[in-house]
C-alpha cells in the first residue's frame, strides 16, 4: 500500500489513454485517428483500442459523419466541475507569496472591476526600506505596470473610456497624448509580454513591473506585480526578478487552464517608497 501511495506503481494503461486525452486537448480541434496516434507516439491501431476504451466512458465521442474524433460529454464534464473548484484569488494570493520570498521584493495581485484594474492584496519583502501597495487601491491605466497589462491585453471597447479619460484630464505619463500614443505603447506590452515602468510612474520613488495572468479563456483574469524602490530593482533584459514574475504568471495561467501564453508574459499598485506607501 505504501509503494502504491509514494507513486512506485500506477496503472500503465490509463497512463496511455491519459496520454490520448492530452494530445486530443492540445489539438484543440477534432482530430483523425491518425493525427491522433500521431501526436500521442503511438502506432494507429493501439490508438484505436484505447479510443474505443475511452468513447465507451464518454471521454471522447467520434463523429459518424467525418470519423473525427473529440472530447466527450463525461471529459466536459470534468472540466467544468475542475473550473468549478478553482478558487482564482487563493491561487493568486499564494503565487504572490512565492514571488515575493523569490525575489524579495514586494509583489501584488491587481483584479479588474468596473472602475478599472484594483489591488487585491500585497506582500512585503523582508528588507528595512520598502514599497507598501494599498489593498483596494485603484489603479491607472497607463501610469501603472498593472493597469497597462490589463489595458493591453483587455478588448479596447472595455478600456477606452477610461483610457479617453486619463488622457484628457492630463494623468496619462508624459509622452501620451492621444489614443493613438496608448494603442502603440500598448501593442509594445504586448510584443514584450510584460509592462516594465522605471519612470512615469504614478508614485514617486517607485519601479514597477507586471505581466498577465489568463483564464482557461485564454482572457485575462489577473495581473501579478513587483514593486520596489527605484535604483534598487533590476528590471533590466534578463534581470533576475523579471523572469521570476513572468514565470509566475506563466505557472498561475496553466494552473487557471490557459493552453498560450504572450511573447514574454505581466502588474500594478501606490504611493512613495521607503516608510511611506508605495505603488504596484
Known sequence: ?????DGKHGVQSLEVGMSILRAMVTGKRSMMLKDIALAADMPPSKAHRYLVSLIRSGLVEQDRLTSRYDLGPFALNLGLVALDR???????LAAISELRDLTNETAALAVWNERGPVVVRWERPRRPIT????TGTSLSLLSSAAGRVFAAWLPEQQTEALLRAEIDSGRAPEGIASMADARRLLAEVRREGVAVMSQGYFARGVEAAAAPVFNFKNEITMSIAVVGVEGTLDLGPGSPALAALKAACSTLSARLGATVTPPGEAGGGVADAGAEDGGA
Open 1 to 5: 500500500m505504501s509503494d502504491e501511495l
Open 131 to 134: 514599497v507598501n501597495v494599498l
Open 86 to 92: 478553482v478558487d482564482r484569488i487563493r491561487l493568486g
